[in-house]
């Protein structure tokens, strides 16, 4: 019989790097172990590198991609993605968030050009160099008790993905000034609003767009329907909430969860483990030095 489905998350804390504090945590990290149900389709705010044990498929912009020990995973931000075992035996990974704030400052060391964020071509990397950067910073980030070897490793290991594999330029959109506006409007009031039971019809409202035509637009530009976009926010608000000790029937009402059943249901299909375990972990790593 396979072994139970885990998680485990850890941070590196808010670091000062290029003499700027980081307002939040620099680096979040996700080890999951033993996955057979796949992911839900979602996004990210940053950019998501990762290794995997075991071979799992990745669903990335309509095209699959095997993905096993010789692979990194580079997702770019806000791009959908789904990940899935590919045989009984499931897979087990670890992935790591680099918070917005840390990649623009290696951008802007690499080019001299601030706010600006990289691109990467392909999601998945066969390149032994990049493989062996990963794995380091993996160790280092899981064993070593010193902050600077962990944060010169991750800076490193940054610096040499966006060199090697990443784009700096401005991203070509198919929908118009009006269309991008308005998703930019609906984005920005379902992360205000989350709390709040959100109606197409608000929207409409909000943006001067038929229910019909704005669910396709925001659909077609963001890879994701708004209410999924809503659920995702809200699962990462409610990540925020745990990690400060709020109760997890509270944290269900604050984001906007009828019941915290509902709650418990969406955060597994994200992340594999419950809101109480969650909550567990994050206790153990609040105060890292």
Not at 107 to 133: C, G, I, W, Y
Not at 145 to 170: H, K, N, V, Y
Not at 203 to 220: A, C, I, K
């Amino acid at each position: 019989m396979n072994a139970a489905e885990s998680s485990r998350f850890w941070y590196l804390p808010k670091c000062k790097f290029y003499g700027v504090e980081q307002s939040a945590n620099c680096l979040e990290l996700w080890q999951a172990f033993n996955v057979t149900s796949p992911s839900v389709r979602h996004t990210h705010g940053t950019i998501a590198l990762g290794m995997m044990r075991g071979d799992a498929v990745l669903s990335h912009k309509g095209t699959t991609y095997s993905l096993t020990d010789e692979t990194v995973v580079l997702i770019n931000a806000d791009e959908v993605h789904a990940c899935g075992a590919m045989n009984t035996e499931g897979y087990s990974h670890c992935m790591m968030y680099p918070s917005v704030e840390l990649v623009q400052q290696v951008v802007e060391d690499l080019t001299e050009r601030s706010h600006r964020f990289p691109t990467f071509k392909t999601p998945v990397l066969s390149d032994r160099r990049a493989v062996q950067k990963m794995m380091r910073l993996q160790q280092l980030i899981d064993l070593s008790d010193c902050p600077l070897e962990q944060e010169s490793c991750l800076l490193e290991t940054l610096r040499c993905l966006i060199q090697a594999f990443g784009e700096i330029q401005e991203i070509e959109r198919s929908t118009t000034s009006q269309e991008r506006f308005a998703i930019q409007q609906i984005k920005l009031y379902l992360e205000t609003n989350y709390a709040e039971s959100i109606t197409l019809e608000q929207l409409s409202q909000l943006t001067y767009l038929s229910p019909f035509y704005l669910n396709r637009v925001f659909s077609q530009a963001v890879g994701l329907p708004p209410h999924a976009y809503l659920t995702q926010v809200r699962i990462q608000r409610s990540k925020e909430l745990l990690r400060r000790g709020v109760a997890i029937a509270q944290v269900a009402q604050a984001v906007g969860f009828t019941h915290q059943s509902h709650l418990n249901r969406h955060f597994k299909r994200f992340l594999h483990t419950t809101p109480y375990r969650y909550q567990q972990m994050s206790k153990n790593v609040q105060d890292l030095p």
